[in-house]
């Protein structure tokens, strides 16, 4: 079974192309009028559900931060990961907060969807973007980056790919430089299209 080439060949410059395609295009909570409720979506369909404002059903994100105890435990959200920055904007490093740099090379538990826009097959993934799905364009060009975690499997370590929300675990790592647009400046002004990356244990 083929491989995915390392994200620095292969992934990260697909993931800009496709992060390009995603401009303009926003979630929402209505079902699939032509699927069933329960039915489990391919990537092509979830693509196809993206590209007319669907949602494939999800349900919004409430919004939580976890306790001091929990980010002890590594057990974090999406909303702990939140720092002062508007979409669009040039990344600032000074604008981090204490609980990102706290978490930085620790070992954390986050949950979220793995976004169907980035793959490319279904099964042995190793590589792929980990969003919140608030009901909004969450990666990408009008997307804020706190709202995606890259995701890199240690090892020979994959996940298949899923509509229900999963849970990575792994070294949870802040990263400035590997995934900036080239050369530095993309749309609209940003200058990153994610700045966090799981380097990830397993993923449930």
């Given amino acids: 079974m083929d491989r995915m080439m390392p994200i620095r060949s292969l992934v990260v410059p697909s993931i800009l192309v496709l992060a390009a395609l995603t401009v303009g295009f926003t979630w929402t909570s209505a079902a699939l009028a032509d699927e069933p409720a329960d039915k489990p979506l391919s990537i ?108 890199e499997m240690v090892g020979d370590k994959t996940t298949d790919f899923v509509t229900r929300p999963v849970t990575v675990k792994g070294k949870f790592v802040y990263d400035p430089t590997k995934y900036q647009y080239p050369p530095g400046v993309g749309p609209k002004g940003a200058s990153h299209f994610a700045v966090f990356r799981i380097e990830g244990l397993q993923v449930k």
């Fill in 44 to 151: 092509i369909e979830q693509r196809r559900a993206i590209m007319r404002g669907e949602a494939a059903g999800r349900t919004k994100v409430e919004e939580r931060k976890s306790s001091k105890s929990d980010l002890e435990k590594g057990d974090i959200t999406f909303d702990d990961l939140k720092f002062d920055i508007e979409k669009d904007e040039a990344f600032d490093p000074e604008k981090l907060t204490d609980t990102l740099k706290f978490l930085n090379g620790r070992t954390v538990k986050l949950s979220g969807y793995i976004l169907p826009s980035t793959l490319f097959k279904e099964t042995d993934i190793n590589e792929f973007v980990l969003v919140r799905d608030n009901q909004e364009c969450c990666f990408g060009p009008g997307a804020a980056l706190f709202d995606c975690v890259m995701i």
